[in-house]
């Protein structure tokens, strides 16, 4: 599935074009706060839009910190959505290669955040350049493993805050992510007419909007482009984290 890109509205073409040339008028009468604004005709002219959106994909960037044993799974098997069984797996098999004692492992398991409705079943994604990430976004991200569901709980703690911190490598995961996927296309919808009204000449360009969302299911491997650790020539390409105030570790 081709990956509409979100820079080039340009280059956005048949039908979705179509659809947006008809709906422009409402969108910049929203945008502009002109007098035939209805926010009634609004939420309909975005369900409209997140219909022409529902072929399309999105290539996206997740940031994470994997091992060279999980990077490989997810590019021969793809990426998993969040959930209790992946946590359990991931942490079972580091206890059996070694890298992480069976006390630290039960004590992980017992204390974290992965049931939390923010975060089961989900995978977040960027869906811009991963060079335009705000560092202070994602390091945290980047520098414990098993991300935000085991860190939020256990950064802090002397024992198991060092042992996040030393498993892994910083990871980016740059993916096709279909809009079927997503969690809503109203998020989407939104951000393509404000684009579309910015290529138009018609909204301010200073602050573009970065649209960000989560696939509320697995990709498959064919999904998945690439897989690249930290510090690979890939992942500093892509990341451009040579120029961020604090190095990666």
Request: charge should be negative; proline fraction near 5%.
């Amino acid at each position: 599935m081709a990956a509409l890109d979100l820079s080039q509205p340009a280059a956005w073409a048949g039908e979705l074009r179509e659809v947006l040339n008809e709906l422009r008028p409402l969108f910049r009468s929203w945008e502009l706060d002109l007098p035939d604004r209805a926010a009634p005709a609004f939420d309909a002219a975005i369900r409209t839009l997140g219909e022409a959106l529902m072929p399309h994909a999105l290539c996206g960037y997740h940031f994470t910190r994997l091992t060279e044993e999980e990077a490989v799974h997810i590019r021969e098997n793809g990426l998993e959505v969040l959930s209790t069984g992946l946590l359990e797996r991931r942490i079972v098999a580091q206890v059996t290669r070694g890298k992480l004692a069976e006390e630290h492992a039960q004590r992980l398991l017992a204390n974290n955040q992965v049931r939390d409705s923010n975060r089961s079943g989900k995978a977040w994604f960027c869906f811009y350049p991963a060079h335009e990430v705000r560092e202070y976004g994602v390091r945290s991200l980047l520098g414990h493993w098993g991300g935000e569901a085991l860190y939020n709980f256990n950064a802090e703690d002397p024992e198991l805050g060092p042992v996040l911190k030393s498993m892994g490598s910083p990871a980016l995961v740059e993916a096709v992510v279909p809009v079927a996927f997503l969690s809503t296309t109203n998020g989407l919808a939104i951000a393509v007419a404000r684009l579309d009204l910015i290529h138009q000449g018609i909204r301010s360009s200073e602050y573009p909007d970065k649209f960000e969302d989560y696939s509320t299911q697995t990709l498959e491997a064919s999904m998945v482009r690439r897989v690249v650790l930290h510090p690979g020539s890939e992942f500093l390409e892509l990341t451009q984290c040579q120029q961020w105030y604090e190095p990666l570790t």
